[in-house]
């Protein structure tokens, strides 16, 4: 499975690929350099999770969506995932408490967020990387506004969102108890089960009620998450 379900590969635009390198790496690595410039602490043992999640999905959901091949999504979310790792090193990170755990919890995460770019990809040809930038720049700013201002948002907004579940798991993996917390393992079978019903539905357009099976998943996949993390 190496394209788009029944969907030619997209060339992509010039601005569709630096928009992906800006969201995927330059932002992040730029966020992690002030945090470690302002704060004793390293920045990935206290803000780890909520990059990485925001750089996977950066550079896996634009890049998918670009390219219109869901591997070259998820191969450039991991290679983008592996500079912000040895960037952080770099400012002052010890290695991962449990490296295979955050290897698993990067993979799962760039598939899930690979399979979105996928489906726009599918389902709105070289525009789809419009879509994937707006959820892109949405869901992030959710998660750099909870990180930023704690309780400032309701839980349950939280938990709604993919990308607060692959920084849950890979914060568990560069920090916690690896994925093996009961918090981790809900958020990398929700990803996982997400991707899966994105996939369904980009394999099965232009039909649209596999939309119900996957809206359906990701509310169920959020309340597990939900009753895992409380």
């Given at each position: 499975?190496?394209s788009v379900p029944n969907g030619p590969a997209l060339?992509?635009?010039?601005?569709?690929?630096?928009?992906?390198?800006?969201?995927?790496?330059?932002?992040?690595?730029?966020?992690?350099?002030?945090?470690?410039?302002?704060?004793?602490?390293a920045p990935m043992a206290v803000f780890g999770g909520?990059?990485?999640?925001?750089?996977?999905?950066?550079?896996?959901?634009?890049?998918?969506?670009?390219?219109?091949?869901?591997?070259?999504?998820?191969?450039?979310?991991?290679?983008?995932?592996?500079?912000?790792?040895?960037?952080?090193?770099?400012?002052?990170?010890a290695l991962p408490l449990h490296p295979l755990s955050?290897?698993?919890?990067?993979?799962?995460?760039?598939?899930?967020?690979?399979?979105?770019?996928?489906?726009?990809?599918?389902?709105?040809?070289?525009?789809?990387?419009?879509?994937?930038?707006?959820?892109?720049?949405?869901?992030?700013?959710?998660?750099?506004?909870?990180?930023?201002?704690?309780?400032?948002?309701?839980?349950?907004?939280?938990?709604?969102?993919?990308?607060?579940?692959?920084?849950?798991?890979?914060?568990?993996?560069?920090?916690?108890?690896?994925?093996?917390?009961?918090?981790?393992?809900?958020?990398?079978?929700?990803?996982?089960?997400?991707?899966?019903?994105?996939?369904?539905?980009?394999?099965?357009?232009?039909?649209?009620?596999?939309?119900?099976?996957?809206?359906?998943?990701?509310?169920?996949?959020?309340?597990?998450?939900?009753?895992?993390?409380?």
């Amino acid at each position: 499975m190496t394209s788009v379900p029944n969907g030619p590969a997209l060339a992509g635009s010039p601005a569709a690929w630096v928009t992906a390198a800006v969201a995927g790496i330059a932002a992040p690595a730029a966020a992690m350099v002030v945090l470690a410039a302002g704060n004793d602490s390293a920045p990935m043992a206290v803000f780890g999770g909520p990059l990485l999640a925001v750089g996977l999905m950066g550079t896996g959901m634009i890049a998918a969506s670009a390219a219109g091949r869901l591997w070259i999504g998820v191969g450039l979310s991991l290679i983008a995932g592996a500079c912000l790792v040895l960037l952080a090193h770099a400012l002052g990170m010890a290695l991962p408490l449990h490296p295979l755990s955050v290897a698993l919890a990067m993979l799962v995460a760039s598939l899930s967020f690979a399979a979105r770019g996928a489906l726009f990809a599918r389902s709105a040809a070289d525009k789809g990387w419009w879509i994937a930038v707006f959820v892109v720049g949405g869901e992030a700013a959710i998660l750099a506004t909870a990180v930023a201002l704690p309780k400032s948002l309701p839980a349950w907004l939280l938990t709604l969102l993919p990308a607060q579940w692959a920084s849950m798991a890979i914060q568990s993996a560069l920090t916690g108890a690896g994925t093996g917390a009961r918090g981790a393992i809900a958020a990398l079978l929700a990803l996982a089960g997400t991707a899966a019903t994105t996939l369904l539905v980009a394999r099965l357009w232009p039909r649209r009620w596999p939309y119900l099976i996957m809206f359906t998943a990701w509310l169920a996949l959020s309340a597990l998450v939900w009753h895992q993390s409380a």
